[in-house]
């Protein structure tokens, strides 16, 4: 659920990175902070001990999505895929709005990918959520590699829901559709609050403050 | 006054459901008294016809009366829940799952998410899987109900729904699909189907329908059964699959492994054949195991007696890789009710110009082998703004007749050693190594190695290249050069050694002193020497050196 913030006149979204150990989160989010301007963007902190890749950094770009005055905030998660920090990963799905799984191609990872999925669904189910009301997309990492798994095979596996899920084919060290997968989920996330809430269609911030409001 | 009428007639069917599992409880000799037959106790009224609702009659009762006026216009909506009693349920599930002395009220009601039932109209029944009701009552079981496990009840719809089905007239055929995908039952702990199968329906074909109306929006669409396997026609579906033997081999447990696994797993053109339905049920998992007794019956009997003749009920994988050169591939294919992805209004966001840009790169750059790939990283570290250093440059933009010139130089230069990697193999993925420790900080080896030593409970590291130098400082190992190349060489013989055992090729090998604790990790010749803490890895530390290894060698 998005964070309103009156004050500020800020809206924060928050967008978390899923998949199982060594899928490629880490390494997506840490290519998204790198490539976003230094000035906008926060600093990427780990939210608790080394051992634990919980990683965060939040996003207020210059040119934000205004929604009815409010400027839209981001903030990305990752979450520790190891089977250990379930509670973390219970906690950090917390009023999420958005989420990115993120995939392992290798044949090798393929039921690890399934189980994440399934402890992603349950995870949610415990907080009264599922995959049908929450937006996400799917990033199938590590297609550079020689012994990667047929996409067919994956979307097979993960995007056999009711609802069907835009999914991508990423090279998360190269940066190979990591922002295409996020722009995705936020422009659902934001689809999804304007219709929840009934707004008009942003508009960019520069029209925003020459018409006087959204 | 019709919604009073359908409400009263709601709460009639209530008490009708409650009334027939009474009555199925109880035997006639129980019921003593003879006066108050089962169905007219003082507090249940006996069953009221529904005449009031309209259209409420089913086909076999009479013709509805010419005076009795239509009331046109109702149709009982589709829910999307079923409601069905509790105890009806219980007494049908079989006594080694559920609690003994166990007192469920009878009013109790249990809502089904209808999408998880699968309805069969003709009949007016039901199934529900034993996931299913464990999810939503779980009190009811005597053991936790795995989320794969799909054994199924049957019972009989409630007289909402019987009333629905009269309404809309959706009579149909029996469901030959759904018989297709129940039988033959699997012993326990065999998955059927995987744990999203609450998700999926196996409902009958859609050309297998007749007279299906929709009455009301958002009917439930009849679809294919979304395991594969579950073909429309079953007589174009093979019913087993060749499957090479070699990777199953490989893949055994040693005490599963025949006498000559090598000259059994290198033999060209070895196949087995394996059931179809047991590959199916699982390919949805990731993971495909069979019995070993089934492995067993379908060798050759030559080649069956090179095999121990133990613990024949263990699994044993099957890759996935394997099952999928052959497979079928129209059996892969999405579930037939799948909604397409949705079509929303562009909301230009902070992330669709990088988004553009990415695309765009990815466009003009061709694809290029893997000695070049560096060249492609250096490039991306422009354009990532992270500023190449004159001393990284050479290292990255690694083209062949580059890499052979600093090959003359390195042979040449006093500090080759700080170039360990550029002899044998291609530069290391420094921007990866950046993203694995989350620094903008510009890496060579021998920062790479620092922060290895820094990870959580290790105490120091070192890494060796195959020419023998050394990265870091042997001294705060307390080890020294020779040292270092007799643990690398140790690695690599005990790697060649256990070569034949089924667990791949080796990663690391720990020693173990009274206090002290030391890794090897390898990757072909090079590697890590790690000292850590008396106790086992951190959790993720091990991979990440395996991880920081594999981009240094890559």
């Known amino acids: 659920m998005p964070i309103i913030n009156y004050a500020s006149k800020e809206i924060q979204f928050k967008i978390v990175y899923y998949g199982p150990a060594l899928s490629g989160k880490t390494t997506t989010i840490a290519y998204i902070h790198s490539r976003l301007p230094a000035a906008f963007r926060g600093d990427l902190v780990s939210l608790a001990t080394a051992a634990d890749r919980t990683l965060f950094f939040d996003f207020l ?27 973390t990963r219970q906690l950090v799905l917390r009023s999420v709005d958005g989420i990115v799984f993120v995939a392992d191609s290798h044949w090798d990872k393929i039921q690890e990918d399934v189980e994440g999925f399934r402890n992603l669904e349950e995870n949610l189910r415990k907080q009264h959520l599922s995959l049908d009301e929450i937006p996400y997309v799917l990033q199938y990492n590590k297609r550079d590699l020689p012994d990667a798994a047929p996409v067919s095979y994956l979307e097979f596996l993960l995007n056999n829901r009711r609802r069907r899920a835009r999914s991508y084919e990423a090279i998360a060290t190269k940066g190979r559709s990591v922002f295409a997968a996020l722009d995705a989920v936020t422009q659902s996330v934001l689809n999804k609050f304007i219709q929840e809430n009934h707004l008009l269609r942003p508009a960019p911030a520069r029209e925003s403050a020459a018409a006087g409001r959204v | 006054m019709s919604f009073f009428s359908w409400f009263r007639s709601k709460s009639d069917k209530s008490e009708q459901d409650e009334l027939e599992l009474k009555g199925s409880n109880e035997s006639p000799e129980t019921h003593a008294d003879p006066e108050h037959p089962p169905f007219q106790s003082a507090r249940i009224p006996p069953p009221r016809l529904r005449e009031t609702v309209p259209g409420s009659r089913l086909k076999s009762a009479s013709p509805p009366d010419a005076t009795t006026p239509a009331k046109e216009g109702f149709r009982r909506p589709v829910r999307a829940t079923v409601d069905v009693p509790l105890q009806a349920l219980l007494l049908q599930l079989p006594p080694e799952v559920t609690k ?34 464990f999810a939503s009552s779980p009190e009811i079981f005597s053991v936790p109900i795995a989320p794969l496990d799909q054994r199924t009840l049957e019972f009989n719809l409630p007289a909402w729904e019987r009333s629905r089905i009269a309404d809309s007239g959706e009579q149909t055929k029996s469901p030959a699909g759904t018989t297709q995908t129940e039988s033959p039952a699997l012993p326990p702990g065999e998955t059927r189907e995987p744990a999203s199968a609450s998700d999926r329906l196996n409902l009958l074909p859609a050309e297998q329908l007749v007279g299906e109306t929709q009455p009301v929006p958002g009917p439930e669409k009849p ?39 090598n000259a059994l797993a290198n033999k060209p053109g070895a196949t087995i054949e ?84 990415d695309t765009e790169r990815f466009a003009r750059v061709p694809e290029e082998p893997e000695v070049e790939k560096a060249t492609t990283d250096s490039h991306q570290l422009e354009l990532i703004e992270h500023p190449v250093t004159p001393s990284e440059s050479p290292e990255l933009v690694s083209k062949e007749a580059s890499v052979a010139e600093e090959k003359r130089d390195a042979e040449e230069s006093p500090v080759a050693e700080e170039k360990p990697t550029v002899e044998r193999k291609p530069a290391p993925n420094f921007s990866a190594l950046q993203s694995v420790f989350l620094t903008d900080e510009v890496l060579d080896l021998n920062k790479v190695v620092q922060k290895v030593g820094e990870l959580p409970g290790i105490n120091s590291a070192l890494f060796f290249a195959p020419d023998g130098s050394l990265e870091g400082e042997p001294e705060k190992l307390g080890l020294t050069q020779s040292s270092v190349q007799l643990l690398s060489s140790l690695t690599l013989e005990v790697g060649q050694r256990v070569e034949t055992l089924s667990f791949g090729q080796i990663e690391t090998v720990t020693l173990g002193w009274k206090r002290e604790l030391v890794s090897v990790f390898t990757r072909g010749e090079s590697g890590f020497v790690v000292r850590h803490e008396k106790r086992p890895f951190k959790p993720g530390v091990r991979e990440k050196i395996c991880l920081v290894l594999s981009h240094i060698c890559s």
């Open chain 1, 61 to 87: 770009p210059v040119d934000a999505v205004i929604l009815q005055g409010f400027k839209t905030k981001f903030q990305l998660y990752t979450v520790p895929g190891q089977v250990v920090y379930n509670t």
């Open chain 2, 100 to 133: 003994s002395n166990i007192d469920i009220d009878p009013k109790r009601r249990v809502q089904i998410p209808r999408k998880s039932l699968q309805i069969d109209e003709a009949h007016q029944t039901a199934k529900v899987t034993f996931a299913t009701l």
């Open chain 2, 223 to 261: 679809e294919e059964a979304p395991l594969a396997g579950a073909a429309r026609n079953g007589s174009d579906v093979p019913k087993t699959l060749r499957v090479a033997l070699g990777p199953i081999i490989k893949n055994l447990p040693p005490e599963l492994q025949p006498a000559e696994p």
């Open chain 2, 274 to 357: 394996l059931p179809l339905e047991l590959i199916n049920s699982q390919l949805a998992t990731g993971r495909v195991t069979i019995p070993f007794s089934t492995l067993l019956k379908s060798l050759p009997e030559e080649v069956r007696s090179q095999f121990p003749q133990a613990d024949t009920a263990a699994e044993v994988a099957i890759p996935v890789k394997e099952i999928l050169q052959d497979y079928p591939q129209d059996l892969l294919r999405p579930r037939a009710d799948q909604e397409p992805e949705e079509t929303l209004p562009v909301i230009p966001t902070p992330f669709t110009g990088p988004a553009k840009e």
